[in-house]
DNA sequence: CCGAGTTCTTGATTTAGATCAAGGGAAAAA
DNA sequence: TTTTTCCCTTGATCTAAATCAAGAACTCGG
């Protein structure tokens, strides 16, 4: 049952039956509620997560409180997997955003798992150069990127996680977003109605029209506003 | 003559005498000139490197010339792996800040390595999960830090990789450390100069002297002055 | 359908840091 | 040594974005 679900998880689809049985021996499904802490910074780490259904963050927070999401897992996405193959810690938290049910892969069952079966160790490293691929996309965003060019190239990101589309769903409160972009709410607010106001995009609850492809290409390219 | 070298690569180091016969007989030694590029963003990878001797930076750059420094690489590091794992084309661009010898790995012969030697593929996640964790340190440097705390972390961040020194090397440029950080020279250098004043670090020629760890660390953690 | 609690927007003000603009010093070349 | 070049520092100004402070608009439980 669950085997179906896995055998379509991006790092594990194109694995042999009998890898995908292994890799369901050894899962465990667990189920959060909205809300659910699934584990802290700095805390031991005996496993990895893949989101089944629902929304993980996963984020730091500094000792004034402020946070920043270093990524927002959804179905498919795995997580927690620093804290299996290397140090022994989580480089940072995670916490549901809905209920979300999530399989639990235990550390040394799955050590053994990637022993006997090389192409498990491949796909998980593929897993886990396009996770580096991303991080770095976000420092060059954060270090190179005024707000406006950091919103222009995550509404583009997601985008292309949603087929190309024009209209797509943000999946995150504007607050979130915010901490995504490292910046604050009310700056965020400022800028989605200067891009409604150029006519870029249009903005309705929770949804985000995409009327200029081009000048958001352009933006997220710059980095900034080029008028 | 290079197996002696790579038995004491991070990664490679702790595999048999057999494992790292084979690494050694795929490896080519290239050697560089100070400020070569040995690859630029979006290059088709077929191959990654690791360092011999000498330093590369891993970096962005925006339209407008503005350069992020990733990652300056030294003996032992490895770089260049994501295209070798996952898509096929570098994250950023790579070029030597002095003469360098690099071992390259090509594609395919290490992936055939990694195939048939599950060890090598655990050591090569070991790696990776560090420099995801690296990265993710850097996120939250740039999304929740002020430049002080950011340079502050760098400091201890460097004095680790010495063996806790007080006195440490930077090994850049003051204009690469200010890309390292997210920011320009002129803001580093006036930075530099109130940590003197305040009596955290002494600074002259290319070498830090930290005289108030406990400070730094505070001011890392806190990611700005409390004053 | 209504009210309580979020979350979002808008406005006024402040500030960290970028930018612009000269100097000063150390290293490399002559 | 002297000159050239590059990098670093210091100063003055400007600006993107944070912060502070109300309102307005959704959301959700009753």
């Known amino acids: 049952m669950?085997?179906?679900?896995?055998?379509?998880?991006p790092g594990f689809n194109g694995l042999s039956e009998e890898d995908l049985g292994k890799i369901e021996a050894i899962s465990?499904?667990?189920g959060f509620?909205?809300?659910?802490?699934?584990?802290?910074?700095e805390e031991e780490g005996n496993g990895f997560?893949?989101?089944?259904?629902?929304g993980v963050k996963i984020f730091k927070v500094s000792p004034d409180g402020k946070e920043a999401i270093l990524h927002i897992c959804r179905a498919g996405d795995?997580?927690?997997?620093?804290?299996?193959?290397?140090?022994?810690?989580?480089p940072?938290?995670?916490?549901?955003?809905?209920?979300?049910?999530?399989?639990?892969?235990?550390?040394?069952?799955?050590?053994?798992l990637i022993g006997s079966e090389p192409s498990v160790a491949l796909s998980m490293l593929s897993v886990l150069s396009m996770r580096?691929?991303?991080?770095?996309?976000?420092?060059?965003?954060?270090?190179?990127?005024?707000?406006?060019g950091r919103l222009a190239s995550y509404l583009l990101y997601l985008s292309e996680k949603q087929e190309g589309a024009e209209r797509l769903v943000l999946g995150s409160s504007k607050s979130q977003l915010a901490s995504m972009l490292g910046t604050t709410p009310e700056t965020l607010s400022r800028i989605f109605s200067d891009l409604s106001s150029r006519g870029f995009i249009r903005n309705s609850r929770g949804e985000v029209l995409l009327l200029n492809r081009q000048g958001l290409e352009n933006l997220a390219e710059q980095g900034r506003f080029t008028d």
Chains 1, 2 share one sequence.
């Open 92 to 112: 940072a938290g995670a916490e549901t955003l809905v209920d979300s049910d999530l399989l639990f892969f235990p550390r040394q069952a799955f050590v053994n």
């Open 78 to 90: 795995h997580f927690g997997q620093v804290a299996v193959y290397a140090g022994k810690t989580f």
């Open 33 to 41: 509620k909205k809300g659910e802490t699934v584990f802290v910074e």
């Open 132 to 148: 580096l691929r991303e991080l770095t996309a976000q420092v060059e965003s954060l270090a190179l990127k005024e707000v406006p």
């Open 49 to 54: 997560y893949v989101v089944v259904k629902g």
């Open 28 to 30: 465990v499904l667990r």
């Open 2 to 9: 669950t085997k179906k679900f896995i055998a379509q998880v």
